[in-house]
């Protein structure tokens, strides 16, 4: 009997073999398991962040993807504020236990208030979205606001900062770790300063960040997570590793309508906290009037999902471009704006992958299959 089932298990793996020749899957010596990745981001309750948040916990659950943690920077939210919301997301989804919240960077790395209102006063343009800059600082949890669903209530930051959560995930897993990075680059550029050794051990970065061959939205020139922090924009993207850009150009391409809203908002049979909560924060827009439950003409523009999206099915980006990419970090009405070369690029830059389309029916249906699956999460470790 134990004879039988030697070669049993012989034949099985030899099968295995065959079986990876034949897809073409040479690469024995490739990592096991699924791709792993850091969430670098100026986390919120259920806008983007918290969205790629839940999409991140469900595919992880599924077996496909692993959160190594979620690591939060001040960016739509003072830092402080995207922590108390990362803690309740990871709480309510139920994996909490699975992936830890790290506390980055606080503020820009040159970038201050007095400047960027200088700017503004002297350069008026773009939608004026400031992020945490419209608001002030928390200084203690008594200034914090708790999601409809109230606050985390067992669930604490990780001691562990940012910085070096980064730095010993990817030295602990060298050539694995994708870090998706959907807020301002501040804490990925301090990783990197602090610990330069681990840029070659980076797998690659997906940006959600910059507007290349399109206007910006907070300046007419830059886009958010790239103003916000130019100077860490421009120290990453200058890093030689592997990089992927999914910058307004084509954000601005994958919209939101009340069809695809309602898909997650109000399909009777998939109602869950997680629905329930896309309802209430984004179906009333900014001013809390013009959103999808009050106009049926509303629309808005889908970002930093579309990383997930990428990593996932990178065969979802149906156009991309290679160009080196760099950041204008001088005072004036070009602060933050990203430019992308074709051709002989300035001293120093990287080459990388520039997405500029999306196959956005399929992409749809992946974001609304995660953002309505039962929660919490049924976790399979
Ligand atoms: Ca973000």
Redo the contacts with the bound molecule.
């Keep these: 009997m134990r004879r039988i089932l030697v070669a049993l298990t012989w034949a099985a793996s030899v099968a295995t073999v065959l079986n990876l020749s034949a897809c073409g899957g040479s690469d024995l010596n490739a990592p096991a398991g699924p791709p792993k990745v850091i969430i670098d981001?100026?986390?919120?309750t259920l806008?983007?962040?918290g969205q790629?948040g839940v999409m991140a916990a469900q595919l992880q659950a599924q077996g496909s993807l692993k959160v190594l943690g979620i690591t939060v920077v001040s960016?739509?939210q003072w830092l402080k504020q995207g922590v108390s919301d990362a803690l309740k997301s990871v709480e309510r989804l139920g994996v909490e236990k699975q992936i830890g919240v790290y506390a980055g960077a606080n503020y820009a790395l040159s970038h201050d208030f007095a400047t960027i209102q200088a700017e503004l006063k002297e350069f008026p343009s773009g939608d004026g979205y400031l992020g945490a800059w419209n608001s002030p600082e928390p200084k203690s949890d008594s200034d914090l606001v708790a999601p409809p669903d109230g606050f985390a209530t067992h669930t604490k930051v990780q001691s562990e900062s940012a910085v070096d959560f980064i730095v010993d995930s990817v030295k602990r897993y060298p050539g694995e770790v994708t870090i998706l990075a959907?807020?301002p680059l501040t804490n990925i550029a301090l990783a990197t300063r602090e610990h330069p050794e681990i840029v070659p051990l980076i797998k690659q970065i997906i940006y959600?960040g910059g507007a290349i061959d399109v206007p910006g939205n907070t300046t007419a020139t830059a886009e958010?997570?790239w103003w916000l922090d130019p100077e860490a924009a421009k120290t990453v993207l200058r890093l030689p590793i592997k990089q992927v850009v999914i910058p307004l150009d084509v954000t601005d391409t994958v919209q939101m309508d009340k069809a695809l809203y309602d898909r997650v908002a109000h399909d009777p049979t998939k109602q869950t906290i997680i629905t329930q909560l896309f309802k209430t924060l984004n179906g009333y827009g900014f001013d809390g009037k013009n959103g999808f439950e009050t106009n049926p003409n509303y629309t808005t523009n889908i970002?930093?999902t579309l990383t997930l999206a990428y990593l996932m099915h990178p065969s979802f980006a149906t156009q991309t471009v290679e160009e080196w990419v760099d950041v204008d970090t001088s005072f004036g009405a070009n602060d933050g704006k990203a430019t992308g070369y074709t051709s002989s690029p300035p001293l120093g830059l990287q080459k990388m992958t520039i997405v500029k389309r999306f196959d956005n029916p399929a992409f749809f249906d992946f974001y609304v299959d995660l953002l309505t699956r039962p929660v919490p999460v049924k976790l399979l470790d």
């Design positions: 981001s100026d986390y919120n806008s983007d962040d790629l960016g739509n959907i807020g959600m958010f997570n970002w930093d």
